[in-house]
């Protein structure tokens, strides 16, 4: 809003000329985001534990190891949907389709997780909104964000797919190109959604992947960086660093209540807007390949549930202690903060590779 407002005086004010850059607009709003979370975050947690006042928010099998948890509030990704809409709202220009898609897959997949949430309060149980309605609510956002993305792509590769360590290669998927888009924005926000399960474990992966993809976001959007990097370049992309940032603020934020002991959890709220942009962003950006690499402990998760589930059914043997993944590690003794560390360490190296495929080429 401010560049729209602003950037006409900037011929007549060099002041207002500072709202050109992107980098300076993704600064602010990473700034703006952080404040908002350390504004709202007291009132937000003190009505959360009205709301949810006999309500249950631990796992039955996961009573015994969680039980100090207990009464502690959720929906707190709420905090974080707000802050980062008035943050993007405040700082992107809001004439850039991109960043009004990615707020609608943001908003939509965290109002489906609001829905969860408050159903599991509301009825004082753990199975909230059916796994159906859940999944059909996502495909639903999910189509209509990717039309909107394949009509304002450039047309000779709206329904491509760049394979990473090439250059300029792209794969035509044609109409195979909305369920593949819809897959990458459904799966990546269950991903973060079955991660967040420890305390401040899925936060710290999603702000060091938002931070990637800002930098890839601006990198894309640049022509000069693009070509010189040889990956697609997507006018118009850039905004959605400051939309990255603003996530990146948020995430922080919500970190200093998240972090052991937390006195807030996400909820589905949260981790399913969060794991929604950023496969929407990744599509937008035409890297969604490498998100997978980015956010390869939201695949490594995922991987776990889905390994579990299929031996269970056609042995009858568990290959995991407990799934997702870290659950099995707590059943083999390590203490939260060691697993969560640890997989923060896995984070930070499986993002630096994702960061490589842009010059590895």
Same mark, same amino acid.
């Given at each position: 809003m401010l560049y729209n407002l602003l950037v006409p005086f900037a011929d007549d004010f060099i002041i207002f000329n500072l709202f050109r850059y992107i980098t300076f607009r993704t600064g602010c709003a990473i700034m703006t985001a952080l404040l /908002?979370?350390?504004?709202?975050?007291? !009132?937000?947690?003190?009505?959360?534990? +009205?709301?949810?006042?006999?309500?249950?928010?631990?796992?039955?099998?996961?009573?015994? !190891?969680?039980? &100090? +948890? !207990? #009464?502690?509030?959720?929906?707190?990704?709420?905090?974080?949907?707000?802050?980062?809409?008035?943050?993007?709202? @405040?700082?992107?220009?809001?004439?850039?389709?991109?960043? =009004?898609?990615?707020?609608?897959?943001?908003?939509?997949? #965290?109002?489906? #997780?609001? &829905?969860?949430?408050? @159903? *599991?309060?509301?009825? *004082? %149980?753990? +199975?909230?909104?059916?796994?159906?309605? +859940?999944?059909?609510?996502?495909?639903? /956002? #999910?189509?209509? !964000?990717?039309?909107?993305?394949? &009509?304002?792509?450039?047309?000779?590769? %709206?329904?491509?797919?760049?394979?990473?360590?090439? *250059?300029?290669?792209?794969? %035509? @998927? =044609?109409?195979?190109?909305?369920?593949?888009a819809v897959i990458v924005m459904i799966g990546a926000s269950n991903a973060v959604n079955l991660t967040d399960g420890l305390d401040g474990l899925a936060i710290v992966p999603v702000a060091i992947a938002a931070a990637c993809f800002g930098l890839i976001a601006y990198l894309v959007g640049n022509a000069i960086y693009a070509t010189y990097l040889h990956i697609p370049y997507v006018p118009g992309t850039g905004e959605l660093a400051i939309l990255c940032g603003a996530l990146v603020g948020a995430a922080m934020g919500f970190l200093w209540y998240n972090a052991p002991p937390a006195m807030v959890f996400m909820g589905d709220t949260g981790s399913l807007a969060m794991g929604g942009v950023l496969g929407a962003m990744a599509v937008m950006t035409k890297h969604e390949l490498v998100l997978a690499i980015i956010g390869g402990l939201f695949v490594l998760e995922t991987v776990s549930v889905i390994v579990q589930v299929v031996s269970f059914k056609l042995t009858g043997k568990r290959v995991f202690a407990m799934a997702p993944l870290h659950h099995h590690f707590e059943k083999k003794g390590w203490s939260e903060p060691t697993i969560v560390i640890r997989f923060w360490i896995i984070a930070v190296i499986l993002a630096l590779i994702g960061l490589a495929t842009l010059k590895l080429r």
């Open positions: /908002i979370c350390f504004l709202i975050a007291p !009132a937000m947690i003190r009505w959360l534990k +009205k709301q949810q006042a006999g309500a249950s928010n631990i796992r039955e099998h996961l009573e015994d !190891a969680h039980i &100090a +948890k !207990a #009464g502690t509030p959720t929906m707190g990704g709420l905090m974080i949907l707000i802050s980062v809409t008035v943050s993007t709202l @405040l700082w992107a220009d809001l004439t850039n389709i991109f960043v =009004w898609l990615a707020i609608l897959v943001m908003v939509g997949y #965290g109002m489906i #997780g609001f &829905a969860d949430d408050y @159903l *599991k309060l509301t009825k *004082k %149980n753990s +199975k909230g909104l059916p796994g159906r309605l +859940k999944l059909l609510f996502q495909l639903v /956002i #999910g189509l209509v !964000a990717t039309i909107g993305i394949m &009509a304002v792509l450039p047309v000779q590769m %709206n329904s491509h797919i760049a394979i990473p360590f090439f *250059k300029d290669f792209m794969i %035509n @998927l =044609w109409w195979f190109f909305v369920p593949w």
